[in-house]
């Protein structure tokens, strides 16, 4: 009983750790972008205007409404306190940010699960097999594959499977729309996947060679164990391990991609709502999608570090 | 002088026995490895012999194939070796012939191995009680009972699963201690009965037999139907616990819980001993199984081993590099060089009238062997060649380097953020170090002897106390001072893959502290650095290659001359020889040694083995955990040891129970 | 059933005799001959440093030679274009739209009419100069803050890794989107970006390897010369870090330049005065139905040119690998 009290106090420790890590990162990352936005040139609010212009009293108006007015780093911890009570405020459109991000938040998410859903299995799955083939065809052949899907940018790979396996074949509907299901996701998934599903393969086959070697699997042979429950149980589980950290940091590369994607084949997700307002020069949307990005990038982050101190145990002393 | 391998008669001459068939007979064995260079024999056509329940040793150092020849056994060659050439009959059957099946029926069940480094051995994200679990599902072991084998002590077939030998499980041993605990009551001597009933009984090792004696003898009424009524068997976990416990780990139901990195070297080891043994094998293979610990802990895991698979009846093939241990622990020896047998016997023969070259050289070069004879030797009042070559002369009483209440304390950072806990690694130490002399800190890890000599080098602040070098305290040197002391001592470190940096080359390393120190100018520091690879016995042309063209003892040579780049007058050795095999450790000693003499240098040996210690030093300081516990003479200190520890360090060296007489060295 | 149990007399070990193959065995010398006293270097085998053995392992692979080949060829074009093309790709010709290839313009005509394989050969140097530049200075700004983080340790190593996750939790694109809306864009400023961006991930490798070395004995020695701390890191620490370093920054480079062609492609990269490989998909993008090719050339040629440093920083990798080289 106090071995598992003690466990559990130094998990919690653990935690407490990491979080309190975390608020200066993203304090400090907010803060960048803030300042990134600001420095954007042009006056958005006579863009609203457009060609005619807005006489000075209304322009002085809405500057004041939006808190234009205010120096910058009274505006930047106004920002953060609305952040704080999810007031995202209100887009140069009209809407509320936060709407738009509600609205547009779960395709994108629902994208970018499938898609690390689909790098992972698949990525660990062939990994694991080229990492014990090492040398081999198999091994080869996924190596130049994976060599090319990230040696070919993202958007002529979109191209590429919209309009080989959209149009020509038909497979999948080329574009999505307001049309959101499982199925007519699955081709920006594979899509949005398709490079880190790349690096996943190729760490993982590194990983397994690797600890296929080690001393301990040594033992576990040595001890008459059967191949199949050496590769499962001693080679696969301690392989997961570096693999389980950069899934947690490729959640960033997706979301970079997810611009891209979203775009090719129409989604309407985050990725294409952050496009809209950078072109618009839409500050306060801009600043506020690109935050909550960072937020989620973080807090999946955080959750990969947990995740890595159940894989492993030595990590919890540290 | 060709010599026949006839049978060499002893002289009570006993025909050679024929009356048993050999458990284990490996005949002209090849192991071959694919390398860049194309296809190396590691092992070139080999013989050995393992009988029932016997301990076989192989000796040889790194590259002699020994634990090449031990994994073959079990086809467990890393990379790309293989056997491609010999046999290998195990039982009566020729196993090099057998198929990946008939291997894993092998492995664990009837060959156990019991691996050497016990960090990398045991998978860190398991727990240990898994591991050993693994072991005995996978070999298919009951764990309700204990297994007996036919043939013992004259009983028939049809009594072999006798209720008597179920294991004593969790909850049966509480039930039976509370029992014993109400039956004794308030009695005298009640509690120290039931405390020793507690240590005696061990959970998944103990059987009903074991517990109706341990019971009957503390006073329990009615063990016997007591006993019966509730020791039914053990879960896996009970067995589990019980391996652990027969393996000698203390409070092992808890333990078993634990994850590897939880566990201290020595602990891990018996986990390995626990799993090799877990299957009970007929024959188990301990690759070096405790070079990675400390002296006192190898004696006792060992002593401890030996019992258990004498108990077992287990045959052991036993691969050491250390021939003083092989000739303690095995009955056969088996001596390996560059992938051949050179020599092999009975232990007591080899020991004492080795016939090869190479066997010669190693029980004249073993640290623990010659530390014994130069103790005989005085001891009998006999002045040999290696008593000799220890008087050096000075007996001056000039002291070059004083140590005085040396304490060291390190603050170590808690699980919790802001607290910590304070950890005292040298507690008021004090020693003198006579100029040309040598003085040996000797301890086991976590004694504090490498941080002391980390002080004495200024690589470390002490937290009290001082260093006093040549008159000087060292704490009162400001900076530039500081740096011209520097020159006055120069340290020699253990690992000599680590210790020159891989992307100079051997001229570089050697010059670096002649530039630093801005002596001379660039051909006369040529100059010098032909000069000192001269001094250590090294072809000039050296300077032009790097570390890892070298071997480990040249790189050490290479060490030992950038430490005399500035001739200093202290050299600090640490561990400076505990990396290297034993011929080669025997030359870098005596070329430690022959520069002492030449250059009047004084010596802070740290190290862990006092048998080197008999060889190189004029004093010795005995550490434990941070404090000194023995200081004195060398002489003084192996003839006369007055501590406890003291003692056990030496009884700890390998050998401590072989006899060899003053005359017993065959030549060196 | 096997005998387990040993015979009485073994036990008591070397009072009996042995057995006949255990009896005292010794080798004849002259088939087993022992070295000499003091084992002295091979002197026949040339003087190798860590850089020559991995040379050595690397001129024998077939993918050293294709990629290097392939790099040699970028980087010729990339400097030299004019040696490729004489048709100047900012000339076009509205007439030629969509035109098929002819002699003297073997890929055809773009939807502006210009010469595609033109385009395609003076696009290389911007995606080129980009990829370098923001390499050199990823590695320079990268490896010198990694360095002193994973030397120095504590506080600095805290501030500093800090400092790296708050750039890191932005991921590249997104920064660069954000911030080129605010430059001007011209190869410098998208090179910019992309530094700023883009360090974090050398200094956390080079921390990383840093962190490894920093206890070798070889460092306490250069400690108790009396080596000051900047001139062990400089000397001693980095040049040992340097290996992991070179691989990623292979890999990075090829990374970068697809970067930089997604950023293009969005618009918002390189100004489509430039020619470049990624403002050209993007233009091909719309009519990729009818006339695929258009896209495909330029496209091919980012994907081989990155491929060739991908497939470099591979080869590399494995031959500056610790693990491969057994001493």
């Given at each position: 009983?106090?071995?598992?009290?003690?466990?559990?106090?130094?998990?919690?420790?653990?935690?407490?750790?990491?979080?309190?890590?975390?608020?200066?990162?993203f304090?400090?990352?907010?803060?960048?972008?803030?300042?990134?936005?600001?420095?954007?040139?042009?006056?958005?609010?006579?863009?609203?205007g457009?060609?005619?212009?807005?006489?000075?009293?209304?322009?002085?108006?809405?500057?004041?409404?939006?808190?234009?007015?205010?120096?910058?780093?009274?505006?930047?911890?106004?920002?953060?306190?609305?952040?704080?009570?999810?007031?995202?405020?209100?887009?140069?459109?009209?809407?509320?940010?936060?709407?738009?991000?509600?609205?547009?938040?779960?395709?994108?998410?629902?994208?970018?699960?499938?898609?690390?859903?689909?790098?992972?299995?698949?990525?660990?799955?062939?990994?694991?097999?080229?990492?014990?083939?090492k040398?081999?065809?198999?091994?080869?052949?996924?190596?130049?594959?994976?060599?090319?899907?990230?040696?070919?940018?993202?958007?002529?790979?979109?191209?590429?499977?919209?309009?080989?396996?959209?149009?020509?074949?038909?497979?999948?509907?080329?574009?999505?729309?307001?049309?959101?299901?499982?199925?007519?996701?699955?081709?920006?998934?594979?899509?949005?996947?398709?490079?880190?599903?790349?690096?996943?393969?190729?760490?993982?086959?590194?990983?397994?060679?690797?600890?296929l070697?080690?001393?301990?699997?040594?033992?576990?042979?040595?001890?008459?164990?059967?191949?199949?429950?050496?590769v499962?149980?001693?080679?696969?589980?301690?392989?997961?391990?570096?693999?389980?950290?950069?899934?947690?940091?490729d959640?960033?590369?997706?979301?970079?991609?997810?611009?891209?994607t979203?775009?090719?084949?129409?989604?309407?997700?985050?990725?294409?709502?952050?496009?809209?307002?950078?072109?618009?020069?839409?500050?306060p949307?801009?600043?506020?999608?690109?935050?909550?990005?960072?937020?989620?990038?973080?807090?999946?982050?955080?959750?990969?570090?947990?995740?890595?101190?159940?894989?492993?145990?030595?990590?919890?002393?540290? | 002088?060709?010599?026949?391998?006839?049978?060499?008669?002893?002289?009570?001459?006993?025909?050679?026995?024929?009356?048993?068939?050999?458990?284990?007979?490996?005949?002209?064995?090849?192991?071959?490895?694919?390398?860049?260079?194309?296809?190396?024999?590691?092992?070139?056509?080999?013989?050995?012999t393992?009988?029932?329940?016997?301990?076989?040793?192989?000796?040889?150092?790194s590259?002699?194939g020994?634990?090449?020849?031990?994994?073959?056994?079990?086809?467990?060659?890393?990379?790309?070796?293989?056997?491609?050439?010999?046999?290998?009959?195990?039982?009566?059957?020729?196993?090099?012939?057998?198929?990946t099946?008939?291997?894993?029926?092998?492995?664990?069940?009837?060959?156990?191995?019991?691996?050497?480094?016990?960090?990398?051995?045991?998978?860190?994200?398991?727990?240990?009680?898994?591991?050993?679990?693994?072991?005995?599902?996978?070999?298919?072991?009951?764990?309700?009972r204990?297994?007996?084998?036919?043939?013992?002590?004259?009983?028939?077939?049809?009594?072999?699963?006798?209720?008597?030998?179920?294991?004593?499980?969790?909850?049966?041993?509480?039930?039976?201690l509370?029992?014993?605990?109400?039956?004794?009551?308030?009695?005298?001597?009640?509690?120290?009965?039931?405390?020793?009933?507690?240590?005696?009984?061990?959970?998944?090792?103990?059987?009903?037999?074991?517990?109706?004696?341990?019971?009957?003898?503390?006073?329990?009424?009615?063990?016997?139907?007591?006993?019966?009524?509730?020791v039914?068997?053990?879960?896996?976990n009970?067995?589990?616990?019980?391996?652990?416990?027969?393996?000698?780990?203390?409070d092992?139901?808890?333990?078993?819980?634990?994850?590897?990195?939880?566990?201290?070297?020595?602990?891990?080891?018996?986990?390995?001993?626990?799993?090799g043994?877990?299957?009970?094998?007929?024959?188990?293979?301990?690759?070096?199984?405790?070079?990675?610990?400390?002296?006192?802990?190898?004696?006792?895991?060992?002593?401890?081993?030996?019992?258990?698979?004498?108990?077992?009846?287990?045959?052991?093939?036993?691969?050491?590099?250390?021939?003083?241990?092989?000739?303690?622990?095995?009955?056969?020896?088996?001596?390996?060089?560059?992938?051949?047998?050179?020599?092999?016997?009975?232990?007591?023969?080899?020991?004492?009238?080795?016939?090869?070259?190479?066997?010669?050289?190693?029980?004249?070069?073993?640290?623990?062997?010659?530390?014994?004879?130069?103790q005989?030797?005085?001891?009998?009042?006999?002045?040999?060649?290696?008593?000799?070559?220890?008087?050096?002369?000075?007996?001056?009483?000039?002291?070059?380097?004083?140590?005085?209440?040396?304490?060291?304390?390190?603050?170590?950072?808690?699980?919790?953020?802001?607290?910590?806990?304070?950890?005292?690694?040298?507690?008021?130490?004090?020693?003198?170090?006579?100029?040309?002399?040598?003085?040996?800190?000797?301890?086991?890890?976590?004694?504090?002897?490498?941080?002391?000599?980390?002080?004495?080098?200024?690589?470390?602040?002490?937290?009290?106390?001082?260093?006093?070098?040549?008159?000087?305290?060292?704490?009162?040197?400001?900076?530039?001072?500081?740096?011209?002391?520097?020159?006055?001592?120069?340290?020699?470190?253990?690992?000599?893959?680590?210790?020159?940096?891989?992307?100079?080359?051997?001229?570089?390393?050697?010059?670096?502290?002649?530039?630093?120190?801005?002596?001379?100018?660039?051909?006369?520091?040529?100059?010098?650095?032909?000069?000192?690879?001269?001094?250590?016995?090294?072809?000039?042309?050296?300077?032009?290659?790097?570390?890892?063209?070298?071997?480990?003892?040249?790189?050490?040579?290479?060490?030992?001359?950038?430490?005399?780049?500035?001739?200093?007058?202290?050299?600090?050795?640490?561990?400076?020889?505990?990396a290297?095999?034993?011929?080669?450790?025997?030359?870098?000693?005596?070329?430690?040694?022959?520069?002492?003499?030449?250059?009047?240098?004084?010596?802070?040996?740290?190290?862990?083995?006092?048998?080197?210690?008999?060889?190189?030093?004029d004093?010795?300081?005995?550490?434990?955990?941070?404090?000194?516990?023995?200081?004195?003479?060398?002489?003084?200190?192996?003839?006369?040891?007055?501590?406890?520890?003291?003692?056990?360090?030496?009884?700890?060296?390998?050998?401590?129970?072989?006899?060899?007489?003053?005359?017993?060295?065959?030549?060196? | 059933?096997?005998?387990?149990?040993p015979?009485?007399?073994?036990?008591?070990?070397?009072?009996?005799?042995?057995?006949?193959?255990?009896?005292?065995?010794?080798?004849?010398?002259?088939?087993?001959?022992?070295?000499?006293?003091v084992?002295?270097?091979?002197?026949?085998?040339?003087?190798?440093?860590?850089?020559?053995?991995?040379?050595?392992?690397?001129?024998?692979?077939?993918?050293?030679?294709?990629?290097?080949?392939?790099?040699?060829?970028?980087?010729?074009?990339?400097?030299?274009?004019?040696?490729?093309?004489?048709?100047?790709?900012?000339?076009?010709?509205?007439?030629?739209?969509?035109?098929?290839?002819?002699?003297?313009?073997?890929?055809?005509?773009?939807?502006?009419?210009?010469?595609?394989?033109?385009?395609?050969?003076?696009?290389?140097?911007?995606?080129?100069?980009?990829?370098?530049?923001t390499?050199?200075?990823?590695?320079?700004?990268?490896?010198?803050?990694?360095?002193?983080?994973?030397?120095?340790?504590?506080?600095?190593?805290?501030?500093?890794?800090?400092?790296?996750?708050?750039?890191?939790?932005?991921?590249?694109?997104?920064?660069?989107?954000?911030?080129?809306?605010?430059?001007?864009?011209?190869?410098?400023?998208?090179?910019?970006?992309?530094?700023?961006?883009?360090?974090?991930?050398?200094?956390?490798?080079t921390?990383?390897?840093?962190?490894?070395v920093?206890?070798?004995?070889?460092?306490?020695?250069?400690q108790?010369?009396?080596l000051?701390?900047?001139?062990?890191?400089?000397?001693?620490?980095?040049?040992?870090?340097?290996?992991?370093?070179?691989?990623?920054?292979?890999?990075?480079?090829?990374?970068?330049?697809?970067?930089?062609?997604?950023?293009?492609y969005?618009?918002?990269?390189?100004?489509?005065?430039?020619?470049?490989?990624?403002?050209?998909?993007?233009?091909?993008?719309?009519?990729?139905?009818?006339?695929?090719?258009?896209?495909?050339?330029?496209?091919?040629?980012?994907?081989?040119?990155?491929?060739?440093?991908?497939?470099?920083?591979?080869?590399?990798?494995?031959?500056?690998?610790?693990?491969?080289?057994?001493?």
């Amino acid at each position: 009983m106090a071995a598992t009290g003690r466990k559990v106090s130094l998990m919690a420790w653990y935690v407490a750790r990491r979080v309190m890590q975390l608020i200066p990162v993203f304090l400090g990352a907010t803060l960048l972008i803030y300042s990134l936005v600001f420095l954007l040139p042009g006056d958005p609010i006579q863009a609203l205007g457009g060609e005619r212009g807005l006489p000075p009293a209304v322009a002085d108006q809405l500057r004041a409404h939006y808190n234009l007015d205010k120096p910058f780093i009274i505006q930047y911890l106004l920002y953060l306190k609305g952040l704080l009570s999810f007031d995202l405020g209100v887009s140069f459109s009209g809407r509320e940010v936060s709407e738009i991000i509600a609205s547009a938040f779960p395709t994108t998410f629902q994208l970018a699960i499938m898609a690390l859903v689909i790098e992972a299995v698949f990525g660990v799955g062939v990994g694991l097999i080229a990492g014990m083939r090492k040398g081999g065809i198999f091994d080869a052949t996924f190596l130049v594959v994976s060599l090319i899907v990230i040696a070919v940018p993202i958007f002529v790979i979109g191209f590429v499977v919209q309009f080989v396996f959209g149009v020509k074949l038909g497979w999948f509907p080329p574009t999505v729309g307001s049309d959101v299901t499982f199925y007519t996701l699955l081709a920006p998934a594979i899509v949005l996947g398709s490079v880190s599903f790349a690096y996943v393969l190729r760490l993982t086959r590194t990983t397994v060679a690797e600890n296929l070697s080690a001393d301990y699997v040594r033992t576990a042979t040595a001890k008459g164990l059967a191949r199949p429950r050496v590769v499962r149980v001693h080679v696969l589980r301690n392989s997961l391990i570096p693999v389980v950290t950069f899934l947690g940091v490729d959640l960033g590369a997706l979301m970079g991609g997810a611009v891209v994607t979203e775009g090719i084949f129409n989604v309407p997700g985050i990725g294409n709502a952050l496009y809209t307002a950078i072109k618009a020069q839409d500050s306060p949307s801009v600043v506020s999608i690109v935050t909550v990005l960072v937020i989620v990038f973080l807090i999946a982050n955080l959750l990969v570090d947990l995740l890595y101190a159940v894989l492993d145990p030595r990590i919890r002393y540290a | 002088m060709s010599e026949t391998n006839d049978t060499n008669t002893t002289p009570q001459a006993d025909a050679p026995r024929e009356d048993q068939q050999p458990l284990l007979a490996v005949r002209d064995l090849e192991v071959s490895f694919t390398t860049a260079a194309g296809e190396v024999k590691a092992v070139k056509g080999i013989d050995l012999t393992v009988y029932p329940g016997q301990t076989v040793a192989i000796v040889g150092e790194s590259g002699s194939g020994k634990s090449t020849s031990a994994h073959a056994v079990i086809n467990l060659l890393p990379g790309t070796g293989k056997v491609t050439g010999g046999t290998i009959t195990f039982d009566g059957k020729d196993i090099t012939k057998g198929s990946t099946k008939d291997y894993v029926a092998l492995r664990g069940r009837r060959i156990g191995l019991v691996p050497q480094d016990p960090m990398s051995n045991l998978n860190p994200v398991w727990r240990i009680g898994y591991q050993i679990k693994e072991a005995l599902t996978a070999n298919g072991v009951s764990s309700t009972r204990a297994e007996r084998q036919s043939l013992t002590s004259g009983i028939v077939a049809d009594e072999l699963l006798s209720d008597d030998d179920l294991y004593l499980s969790s909850e049966a041993k509480k039930k039976l201690l509370a029992e014993l605990r109400t039956a004794l009551g308030g009695r005298d001597g009640a509690d120290d009965a039931v405390a020793r009933a507690d240590e005696q009984l061990a959970v998944g090792s103990s059987t009903r037999a074991d517990a109706r004696r341990v019971l009957d003898e503390a006073g329990l009424p009615d063990a016997d139907a007591r006993t019966a009524a509730v020791v039914k068997g053990g879960s896996m976990n009970d067995r589990v616990a019980g391996l652990l416990s027969e393996a000698g780990l203390q409070d092992a139901e808890r333990r078993a819980r634990q994850y590897p990195h939880e566990f201290s070297g020595g602990m891990r080891q018996r986990a390995l001993i626990a799993i090799g043994l877990a299957a009970r094998p007929q024959l188990l293979i301990a690759d070096e199984p405790t070079s990675a610990l400390d002296v006192t802990v190898q004696r006792t895991i060992l002593d401890h081993l030996g019992e258990l698979t004498k108990e077992l009846g287990t045959a052991v093939l036993f691969i050491t590099h250390d021939l003083g241990l092989a000739a303690e622990r095995a009955e056969h020896l088996v001596v390996m060089y560059q992938g051949k047998v050179v020599e092999s016997g009975p232990a007591r023969q080899i020991l004492e009238s080795p016939k090869h070259a190479y066997t010669k050289r190693l029980v004249a070069s073993a640290p623990s062997l010659a530390s014994r004879r130069i103790q005989s030797a005085r001891a009998a009042g006999v002045d040999t060649e290696e008593t000799r070559a220890l008087h050096h002369g000075n007996e001056r009483a000039d002291d070059v380097i004083v140590a005085e209440n040396l304490t060291k304390v390190f603050r170590l950072r808690g699980s919790r953020p802001g607290s910590h806990t304070d950890f005292t690694a040298v507690d008021d130490v004090s020693f003198r170090l006579p100029r040309g002399t040598t003085l040996a800190l000797v301890g086991e890890s976590g004694s504090g002897k490498s941080t002391a000599a980390n002080m004495v080098l200024n690589l470390l602040e002490p937290t009290k106390g001082k260093i006093i070098f040549d008159g000087v305290d060292l704490t009162a040197l400001n900076k530039k001072e500081l740096f011209k002391f520097r020159r006055r001592v120069q340290p020699i470190f253990q690992n000599p893959y680590g210790s020159l940096d891989p992307m100079f080359s051997i001229f570089r390393s050697i010059e670096e502290p002649l530039r630093v120190h801005k002596v001379g100018n660039k051909k006369s520091r040529e100059k010098r650095v032909r000069e000192l690879l001269d001094m250590v016995s090294l072809p000039q042309a050296t300077m032009r290659r790097f570390p890892n063209e070298l071997s480990g003892g040249q790189r050490q040579r290479i060490a030992i001359a950038r430490a005399l780049a500035l001739e200093p007058e202290v050299i600090v050795c640490d561990e400076a020889v505990s990396a290297l095999d034993v011929l080669v450790q025997a030359q870098i000693l005596t070329l430690l040694n022959d520069l002492q003499a030449e250059l009047g240098l004084s010596y802070l040996f740290i190290t862990h083995d006092l048998a080197v210690v008999r060889q190189i030093a004029d004093h010795v300081c005995v550490m434990q955990q941070g404090k000194i516990v023995e200081q004195a003479s060398t002489d003084d200190v192996f003839e006369n040891p007055q501590q406890e520890y003291t003692k056990e360090l030496l009884a700890a060296i390998p050998g401590a129970t072989l006899t060899l007489g003053a005359g017993s060295q065959s030549g060196s | 059933m096997p005998e387990n149990r040993p015979n009485d007399e073994l036990l008591h070990g070397a009072s009996s005799a042995p057995f006949a193959d255990q009896e005292h065995y010794f080798a004849d010398e002259d088939t087993s001959p022992v070295l000499d006293a003091v084992d002295a270097p091979d002197e026949s085998a040339p003087p190798t440093s860590l850089w020559r053995d991995a040379w050595n392992q690397v001129k024998v692979r077939p993918l050293f030679w294709v990629s290097a080949a392939l790099i040699l060829l970028v980087v010729l074009v990339a400097a030299f274009p004019q040696l490729f093309s004489s048709v100047d790709p900012r000339q076009c010709d509205l007439g030629n739209s969509y035109g098929a290839p002819s002699a003297g313009h073997p890929f055809g005509y773009d939807r502006q009419g210009c010469d595609i394989y033109s385009r395609v050969i003076y696009g290389a140097r911007a995606s080129v100069v980009v990829g370098v530049l923001t390499t050199i200075g990823v590695v320079i700004i990268g490896s010198m803050i990694g360095g002193v983080a994973g030397f120095y340790g504590k506080l600095t190593d805290s501030l500093l890794s800090r400092v790296g996750d708050i750039f890191f939790a932005i991921p590249l694109l997104l920064a660069a989107i954000v911030t080129m809306q605010v430059l001007d864009r011209n190869v410098w400023t998208v090179a910019g970006v992309l530094i700023v961006f883009g360090w974090p991930q050398i200094a956390r490798i080079t921390r990383g390897a840093v962190l490894s070395v920093r206890n070798s004995e070889f460092v306490t020695a250069s400690q108790a010369l009396g080596l000051s701390k900047p001139a062990i890191l400089a000397r001693h620490v980095m040049p040992n870090a340097i290996a992991p370093i070179i691989v990623i920054a292979t890999v990075s480079l090829g990374t970068f330049i697809v970067v930089e062609a997604t950023l293009s492609y969005l618009g918002i990269g390189l100004p489509p005065t430039t020619v470049s490989w990624g403002g050209d998909i993007s233009q091909a993008q719309a009519a990729l139905r009818t006339n695929p090719q258009v896209l495909f050339y330029p496209a091919g040629a980012l994907g081989l040119t990155v491929l060739s440093f991908m497939m470099m920083g591979d080869v590399v990798r494995d031959a500056l690998d610790p693990k491969a080289r057994k001493r």
